[in-house]
């Protein structure tokens, strides 16, 4: 197999695509630590790299102990594969062994462990509690969390919230910082979009496996609740995210900036409403699953992008 061959797999393997959520998340943590940044903090671009490379790592970790497992459970032999959830169908192809997934997994958690280390030190001991959250979510994400209706949770808080938390951390607190003066609590608030966020992606990505995952020993809230009370929850959840984002400029949390993130809504909507008539057709559920992935993405960059313009002064257009 030559070179560009096995560079396009492994980049299939990983799942490259999904991984733009990360830099997105990175993104966010980074635009609050310029607009909160403290005098005795310079913004250091090299730290704000290996950051991105450290979450990267660790969402490459999770994907992979992801596939290594649903290959070992059967679940990928099973699932309804789609260009947004069921696998990267490698493994199950014979492609690429199940002992060097493994091997790369393993290894991409202790890099992004080892950055999480390097921050503790020159930031904040609070970072390693959160690369031990993250790490173990990693771990037994597949093991233990989606066998317990955690699973979803889990991968909201520490690929969504903690993320942008743990930047603002990593780039702007030193060691001798109080708990008391650690986080402002606009970067706390800000956080809560992007963690609900990546829930639901995963969440809605679960619609087509759910089957094939209940055969496979998991059960998530797909498999706990249905398809229809399920997608209530989804909905549920994008009101909430979309209503955190109108509350905050009105509560005083952020500027009128962030408005521009609720661009997305009319295709959190479509998303929603295919959900409702989901009943196992994939004609229904892969425009969704598109319309929610765009959501997402879409949401996370702009709410980025309105903290930087809220930072620089740029007056909003509907002022």
Do not use: C
Request: charged share 10%; aromatic share 12%; proline share 4%.
């Amino acid at each position: 197999m030559n070179n560009k061959k096995t560079f396009l797999l492994w980049l299939a393997q990983v799942r490259a695509n999904f991984l733009l959520l990360a830099a997105l998340l990175v993104a966010i943590g980074l635009a609050v630590s310029y607009k909160y940044q403290q005098p005795e903090v310079s913004f250091n671009w090299l730290n704000a790299v290996m950051i991105l490379v450290g979450v990267v790592s660790a969402h490459i970790s999770v994907n992979l102990f992801n596939e290594y497992s649903d290959f070992k459970t059967k679940i990928d032999f099973n699932t309804k594969r789609t260009p947004f959830s069921g696998g990267s169908g490698i493994l199950t192809q014979g492609l690429i062994s199940p002992a060097k997934v493994l091997r790369v997994a393993v290894a991409t958690l202790i890099l992004s462990l080892a950055i999480g280390i390097y921050f503790t030190i020159i930031s904040h001991w609070s970072i390693l509690v959160i690369s031990l959250l993250g790490a173990f979510t990693i771990v037994y994400y597949t093991k233990f969390l989606t066998r317990f209706l955690l699973g979803e949770f889990f991968a909201g808080l520490t690929l969504g919230s903690l993320v942008v938390i743990g930047t603002y951390l990593a780039m702007n607190v030193t060691p001798g910082t109080g708990l008391n003066g650690l986080l402002p609590r606009g970067v706390a608030l800000i956080s809560i979009p992007p963690g609900i966020l990546t829930s639901l992606l995963l969440f809605l990505n679960e619609f087509p496996d759910a089957e094939a995952d209940k055969k496979g020993g998991r059960k998530h809230l797909v498999i706990k609740f249905g398809y229809k009370a399920s997608a209530f929850i989804y909905t549920g959840g994008m009101v909430v995210t979309f209503g955190t984002i109108v509350l905050l400029p009105i509560l005083g949390y952020a500027s009128w900036w962030l408005y521009i993130a609720l661009l997305p809504l009319p295709l959190a909507l479509k998303a929603s409403i295919s959900a409702f008539k989901f009943n196992g057709d994939l004609n229904i559920i892969i425009p969704a699953l598109m319309s929610n992935v765009i959501t997402v993405l879409t949401t996370d960059l702009l709410i980025a992008v309105s903290i930087v313009l809220d930072k620089i002064g740029t007056a909003p257009i509907f002022t």
